[in-house]
């Protein structure tokens, strides 16, 4: 990593806050000018923006290039899509000795989404994370492909067509199929992981973490394992990745593999590159910049992937810092 | 599973992964020279495919077309070298990932608009078309052996000159010094072109064999990219004799992954076997460097 993330400041909590105030007043304006596919644009924003802060803390932050965080977003989404499943079909959920009848709670299957995923993220992350640089990316694609392959694998809940929801969610009493409801609930979610992370980043184990990605040879000589340390922030971050699939699933009352094929969670990458890795809200706005410029490009052309992979080429050939860094030179000359 | 089952099996195995070692060489050599992780090596793949059908369809010559198709697939990867990726060996992984992410979209989209979304037919000239008995109850088609011959030749001339001949060892020493070679006096900047050109073009030949037998259609380098990215960790990046050994390794294990079980839970099997074996050699079976 060519510069190092800086221990966030007063100023980056400002920004965070603008952010949710700004994302919280779409809604409104939306309706106010008869645009409510706004909306639905918003709530795909904030989804993803989850997904991306959850990488940017190992991408970012540890300097961990993952091309997992597409399958575990997908694993997070199967969560919530089997339990109501199995609550819709009145079937109950076998795991060995154990039966769960299922649900449609998502005050329930959240949560469960968030652990199932952070385990998977362990699992995985154990065998990753033995390794470093070019085999830490291959293997995190690679492993991505094997949940891909299982979302197929799994004829019982839809395999390559994907996994209809079509029991009723609610969270607490509310049902997130309503458009506001799951913005704000999407936005809430948001606004935690946000905090979560920043508070994160600048405790003592952000600093290990960050210290970790500058140079491990000095964390180690300080008497500090840094794998336990990388291990920990893969699970949290598999964690976020799983809740953003999750809110996705719970939303579009859908999940498919094709939520988590290799190709999105390059994404993932592009949007945390695109809104700067140094800090923890930056994603947010590469998440917002990435998404609406995918929509205006594929409104002008079918053929908006050409555009879209030169923007990506151009900013790997002469951003190294995002759009952040971009604008702050421009500012600063 | 009967014997001339298992027989097939096996052929198709070890097809599968001397198409593997094609493929997986651009990008060992790639990665141990260059240390440049390339993941627009399958749109190579797929670029061999489309130009062999293309230019085999207008001049009725399936062997115009491959020769046309490895000399412009050689032909494009050198441009990239020269153009764009030689930028990128001193950067961060994560730009290399980027820039090559972005070709993928590039060269996807590009293939699309020439040639359409729709999978083309890419006929096979009659003298290998049909099917012969090579034991009592297997009958194995022609093309698949053709195959099989070409990627061993392919493979063993490839071997050979890595291993026994001056610019092997110009290739083998940027591998394991760039530095050190260089400053004993071997042009460095012509063996990386070279590298590059080699490797696109074993990509378009591997594109080109498979194009008969899977579908020509854009976004079919990927998965291929993906087991080859997977077959060059497990052979351990940079070694030609990793990635041959991890080939038909991976090429067996899916071949009989897919028979045995499901095919979806058979590509499951690879990546398992992957994670058990860099949990017990986590810089692969044959690691060059360190």
Avoid at chain 2, 182 to 195: H, K, L, T
Avoid at chain 2, 252 to 258: E, K, N, S, Y
């Amino acid at each position: 990593m060519a510069d190092l993330a800086p221990t966030p400041n007063r100023r980056d909590w400002f920004a965070i806050l603008l952010l949710l105030a700004l994302l919280a007043v779409v809604p409104p304006i939306a309706e106010a000018v008869g645009q409510p596919f706004a909306i639905k644009v918003a709530s795909r924003v904030v989804v993803f923006a989850i997904a991306a802060v959850g990488l940017n803390l190992v991408l970012g932050f540890g300097g961990m290039v993952s091309l997992l965080h597409a399958g575990l977003f997908g694993v997070g989404g199967y969560v919530i899509g089997i339990l109501a499943w199995h609550d819709f079909n009145g079937e109950a959920l076998q795991l060995g000795p154990f039966a769960y009848a299922g649900t449609g709670n998502l005050l329930i299957s959240l949560p469960l989404a968030v652990l199932v995923s952070a385990a998977a993220a362990v699992l995985m992350g154990m065998v990753s994370l033995r390794t470093n640089g070019a085999y830490f990316i291959m293997i995190t694609l690679a492993f991505n492909q094997m949940l891909y392959y299982l979302g197929v694998a799994l004829q019982k809940y839809g395999g390559e067509d994907g996994l209809q929801i079509l029991g009723d969610l609610s969270i607490a009493g509310l049902d997130p199929s309503k458009r506001l409801v799951y913005f704000y609930v999407s936005l809430a979610a948001l606004a935690v992981v946000m905090v979560l992370v920043q508070r994160l980043v600048g405790s003592r184990f952000g600093m290990v973490l960050r210290a970790s990605a500058q140079n491990e040879r000095r964390v180690k000589a300080l008497g500090i394992p840094p794998t336990r340390y990388r291990l920990t922030a893969f699970a949290l971050s598999g964690g976020i990745a799983g809740l953003a699939g999750a809110l996705m699933a719970s939303g579009q009352q859908f999940i498919s593999p094709a939520d988590m094929s290799w190709v999105r969670s390059g994404d993932l990458v592009v949007m945390c590159v695109l809104g700067g890795l140094t800090t923890v809200w930056g994603p947010v706005l590469g998440a917002a910049l990435f998404l609406l410029l995918e929509l205006g490009l594929s409104s002008l052309t079918n053929a908006w992937q050409l555009p879209f992979g030169l923007i990506v080429i151009g900013m790997a050939v002469w951003l190294h810092d995002g759009l952040i860094g971009a604008i702050r030179r421009w500012v600063q000359s | 599973m009967s014997l001339p089952l298992f027989l097939e099996q096996t052929l198709n195995g070890v097809q599968l992964g001397v198409m593997l070692f094609l493929m997986s060489a651009g990008l060992t050599l790639v990665f141990g020279i260059m240390n440049l992780i390339n993941l627009a090596h399958g749109a190579l793949y797929m670029l061999g495919a489309f130009i062999a059908a293309t230019v085999a369809e207008k001049s009725d010559s399936f062997l115009l077309g491959a020769l046309v198709a490895v000399l412009a697939t050689a032909a494009i990867g050198a441009l990239l070298e020269v153009a764009l990726l030689r930028r990128f060996y001193h950067r961060s992984h994560l730009d290399q990932v980027l820039v090559t992410f972005g070709l993928i979209l590039v060269f996807n989209q590009v293939t699309q608009l020439i040639w359409g979304a729709v999978p083309m037919r890419f006929n096979l000239p009659d003298s290998v078309a049909g099917s012969i008995e090579l034991f009592p109850g297997l009958n194995y088609p022609v093309f698949r052996l053709v195959i099989l011959g070409v990627g061993l030749v392919v493979g063993l001339l490839l071997y050979v000159m890595i291993m026994r001949t001056r610019i092997g060892m110009w290739v083998r020493a940027g591998a394991s010094n760039r530095a050190m070679a260089s400053a004993i006096g071997v042009n460095v900047e012509m063996v990386f072109i070279g590298v590059f050109a080699a490797g696109a073009a074993l990509a378009g030949l591997a594109g080109l064999m498979a194009g008969p037998i899977l579908a020509v259609q854009v976004g079919m380098g990927e998965p291929v990219l993906i087991l080859a990215l997977v077959v060059t960790v497990i052979g351990g990046i940079g070694s030609i004799n990793g990635a041959l050994v991890a080939a038909i390794m991976i090429g067996l294990i899916d071949t009989f992954g897919r028979v045995l079980l499901s095919p979806a839970l058979g590509s499951m099997v690879i990546f398992l076997a992957m994670a058990v074996i860099l949990a017990w050699k986590p810089k692969g079976l044959f690691p060059v460097h360190g």
